[in-house]
């Protein structure tokens, strides 16, 4: 068995950690964009009297887009470097920012927002971002993944309450100027100077280890090595060999499921609550306030999951997200705030496990010459979700006049993801990898 000796606490800061926090910038303005949509929502319907389901489906195509561009993104970053995937994507967000300032048609608010802001936010997104974070880290990368996801909880804290006060004050359209210029005010030129791709550009190792004797022989030697009892890495196979087997299939479409509960729930939780009467500042300011916490449980689901495993971690954080949509349906039978806190505690930490886990779970299992293609693939089926999520619940409005069942569905479809995980076992893939 390869072990590396422990690093030593006077050697240089390990960049590695630097790229994590530049992850979490990239994905905070990344999920930041996908939630305001939720605040845009509201002003453009009251604006252009449009109906739920139709404005919905802006963020729906966007979601469509999402889900052809990131296994294309998840592949160009390792085939010719992320600075050239995400550098461009960034300025083509900021054009389609400054381009929904002058959105006139339902046709434009799709075009601008669905198409252009929707291919160039997937450059910034965490299919990138997680096929990069795989080469700096293995026994850490819970951790770093949960680091790094606590920018999609700092996105919604920070630009939610923004972008909600920029439309009260001066109105949606300068509200989209003010996004665009931070767009390319603050990830462009961060990405563009500091973004490495590999540790080995350096000279360093993953997770900031010192190189060992056994080194000299080739990290990658043990990648072709079976690990007990015949168990072969699956990153390591012909990506043909992979999708034959349920273990790809099972990790490929759990996201799918939570995802759709969880854009039924930011795209329309706070028209939701507006409609049952509750000011639409304080509505936003409590998806900040899940947004805040959702970031804090980011960090402690990745930490937890790399020392009681990802199923376990996935299960409880599974558990919280739908009690705390339990408690947001209860509101409307009894108009009590209490239920709302209690919405924003639960549901915050049910959907910091989310990001995490899709990051570390997939890591685990697929990490090698196919991981772009396959967490792109996994990032395309959760936009597919989104997409889906984000619409049916307007439908459901529109033909009901009450989002009860699209409610249940989120909840329901979220327990399910759980069954999905353990059927997928990420722990047999960690053991062995963890074990050369």
Known sequence: ??????????????????????????????????????????ALIDHFHWGRAEAAGAQSIAMMVYMVMAPIIGTLVDRIGPRKVIVPGILLTGL?????????????????????VGIGVTCLSIAPFTVILAHWFERKRGTANGMAGVGIGLGIFILVPLIQYLISARGWQFAFFILSLLTLAIPLPLNAIFLKHRP??????????????????????????????GFLHYGEKEFSEIIKTSQFWYAILYPSFTTLGVYIIIVHHVRYLVDLGVDKIWAASLFAIVGILSA????????????VGREITFTMGGI??????????????????????LFALFFGAGWGVSAPMF?????????GKHFGLIYGMLEGMIGLGSALGAWIA???FDQT?????????????????????????PRKSRRFHLSL
């Open 394 to 396: 307007g439908y459901i």
């Open 401 to 425: 006049e009450n989002y009860f069942w699209a409610f249940m569905i989120a909840m329901i479809l979220n327990l399910f993801s759980i069954l999905l995980v353990w059927l997928a076992a």
């Open 96 to 116: 389609g920012f400054l381009l929904c300032t002058q959105i006139r048609t339902l046709f434009q608010f799709y075009l601008f927002f669905g198409v252009i």
């Open 1 to 42: 068995m390869i072990r590396h000796s422990s690093p030593d606490p006077h050697k240089h800061f390990y960049y590695g950690w630097l790229i994590v926090g530049l992850s979490m910038i990239s994905m905070a303005f990344w999920f930041g964009t996908r939630t305001t949509f939720s605040i845009f929502f509201v």
């Open 200 to 229: 080995q550009e350096m000279g360093l190792l993953t997770d900031g280890d010192p190189p060992a004797p056994s080194d000299k022989k080739g990290i990658g030697d043990s990648k072709d090595k079976e690990g007990p009892r």
């Open 296 to 307: 804090g449980f980011r960090l402690f689901w990745g930490w937890f999951s790399d020392r």
């Open 359 to 367: 990051m570390s779970i997939t890591a685990d299992l697929y990490k």
């Open 320 to 341: 919280c997200f739908s009690s705390g949509i339990l408690f947001l349906l209860l509101f409307q039978y009894a108009h009590s705030y209490t239920l709302l806190y």
